[in-house]
């Protein structure tokens, strides 16, 4: 069964933090680079981290330096520390596999999101 379950997000003030996590199921987890990507409205889904299986990490422009990708391969889990927020950062953010051309491996499967809110 597929599963990608995103949780931690929530509205915060601009400079401030917050951590999401994303549990996903064995099948999609393992040997799997993943990433978080962000769905703000009027906009297309973009990738703004991806992390190797290896623990390689790669950021977009936009939140290098302020955001951290990992995961816990024992756990099937994957996290974003996002500091130094900005307004310009509001979006529903999805955690999934990242393949070739940095899109998912199987992109009709999503999880439900969660919801990121900065306010100025």
């Known amino acids: 069964q597929v599963q990608l379950v995103e949780s931690g997000g929530g509205l915060v003030q601009a400079g401030g933090s917050l951590r999401l996590s994303c549990v996903a199921s064995?099948?999609?987890?393992?040997?799997?680079?993943m990433g978080w990507y962000r769905q703000a409205p009027g906009k297309q889904r973009e990738l703004v981290a991806h992390?190797?299986?290896?623990?390689?990490?790669n950021y977009a422009d936009s939140v290098k330096g302020r955001f951290t990708i990992s995961r816990d391969n024992a756990k099937n889990t994957v996290y974003l520390q996002m500091n130094s927020l900005k307004p310009e950062d509001t979006a529903v953010y999805y955690c999934?596999?990242?393949?070739?051309?940095?899109?998912?491996?199987?992109?009709?499967?999503w999880g439900q999101g969660t919801q990121v809110t900065v306010s100025s």
């Open positions: 064995r099948a999609f987890f393992t040997f799997n680079g």
């Open positions: 999934n596999t990242v393949g070739v051309g940095f899109k998912p491996v199987d992109p009709q499967y």
């Open positions: 992390i190797t299986w290896g623990g390689n990490s």
